[in-house]
C-alpha cells in the first residue's frame, strides 16, 4: 500500500493511491498529475547516516568507520514531490544526493537488529541536497549544509513495510534533466535499514513518522538553478524537484559566509577533483 498527504481543497489530507489517482478517505479522488503533494509523514526528527554506500566511500578513496556516523536534518529543511529547492544567491555549490528514507512506524528505543524491522513503517525516498558552500563552517555538524530550508524532498509516497523490502538489492538512480547521474543499488549498502534503526534507538527514541536517510550512491554533484532533479527508486516511484535560486543572497553583515576551499570543492565534485581535469561549473 502506498500512502501520500496532499493539500486539497486548503487542508492537509491524507491520501492513498489507487492506480493514477489518490483517493482521500470521504471518497475524493485527485489526479496523481493534478495533486499538490506535501512530504508524505511529519516527524519529529530527521536522522541521516554519512557514509554507507560502498560505491561512495571508494568515490572518495576513504574507508568507513567501524560503525555508521550520523548527523540531523531539521524539519525546517522539508520539502516535498514536485517542490522547489532553493539555492540561496551567492551560493554555487549545491549537491543532488538520492536516498531511501526509512519511516518509523511505532515508538522504538533499545531494540535488536531482527525487531528493528518490525519497528519500520515504510520507505520514501528522499534527496538529502547539501549546500557545501557551508561546508567549512559549524564544526562538522553540517546544520547550514545539509539543514538549510527546501533541503530535504521527501516522497511523492509512503510505501509500507510488507509490500517494500530493500533486502533484495532495489536499485535507486538519480536524473538531472533526464540525464542518469547516481546508479546504485541498496545491496552496495554497509549498514542496512534495521541495523541503522537499532543503532539509533539506543540513546535516542524515534517516535511513529519520524524518517533515517540511509546514504547515497556515489556521483553526488552540484546543480543549478532550472535544472530538474528525479529520484528514482525501483518499487517506490520517482521524486521530482526544480532548482531555483534564492530570492535574496545570504547576508554579509553576521556568520560566516560562504567558502570555496579545497574541502568545499573536493566535496562537491566528488574527492580528488584537481586530479580529474574536472572544470566548475559555469556561473
Not at 470521504?26 to 541521516?48: M, N, Q, Y
Not at 540531523?72 to 536516498?99: D, F, I, Q, T
Not at 535507486?172 to 546504485?184: A, F, H, S, Y
Not at 533515517?212 to 524537484?241: F, K, M, Y
Amino acid at each position: 500500500m502506498e500512502t501520500r498527504r496532499i493539500l486539497l481543497e486548503g487542508a492537509v489530507t491524507p491520501v492513498v493511491r489507487d492506480g493514477e489517482d489518490l483517493v482521500a478517505g470521504d471518497g475524493r479522488r485527485v489526479p496523481i498529475t493534478e495533486a499538490i503533494h506535501l512530504p508524505p509523514v511529519a516527524p519529529s526528527k530527521i536522522l541521516c547516516v554519512h557514509l554507507n554506500h560502498i560505491s561512495r566511500v571508494e568515490e572518495f578513496q576513504t574507508s568507513l568507520p567501524p560503525a555508521p556516523t550520523f548527523f540531523h536534518k531539521p524539519v525546517s529543511s522539508l520539502n516535498a514531490h514536485e517542490g522547489h529547492v532553493v539555492r540561496p544567491e551567492r551560493c554555487e555549490w549545491l549537491n543532488y544526493e538520492g536516498e531511501i528514507a526509512i519511516v518509523i512506524g511505532r515508538t522504538t528505543r533499545n531494540v535488536t537488529q531482527d525487531q528493528a524491522w518490525d519497528h519500520i513503517a515504510g520507505y520514501t525516498i528522499a534527496n538529502d541536497y547539501g549546500l557545501h558552500d557551508f561546508r567549512d563552517t559549524d564544526a562538522g555538524s553540517m546544520l547550514r549544509v545539509k539543514g538549510s530550508d527546501t533541503l530535504c524532498p521527501l516522497g511523492p509516497g509512503l510505501v509500507s513495510a510488507d509490500s517494500w523490502d530493500p533486502r533484495d538489492g532495489k536499485r535507486i538512480r538519480t536524473l538531472v534533466n533526464g540525464e542518469v547521474k547516481q546508479d546504485g543499488t541498496t545491496a552496495e549498502m554497509t549498514w542496512d535499514m534495521a541495523y541503522l534503526v537499532a543503532d539509533l534507538a539506543r540513546t535516542i527514541t524515534l517516535e511513529p513518522g519520524d524518517v533515517i536517510l540511509s546514504g547515497t550512491p556515489a556521483n553526488s554533484r552540484p546543480v543549478q538553478p532550472g535544472d530538474v532533479v528525479e529520484v528514482e527508486v525501483e518499487g517506490l516511484g520517482t521524486l521530482r524537484n526544480t532548482i531555483v535560486s534564492g530570492p535574496t543572497p545570504i547576508r554579509d553583515d553576521v556568520g560566516a559566509q560562504p567558502t570555496e576551499s579545497e574541502e568545499v570543492l573536493s566535496t562537491a565534485l566528488g574527492g580528488d577533483w584537481e586530479f580529474r581535469g574536472i572544470r566548475k561549473p559555469q556561473r
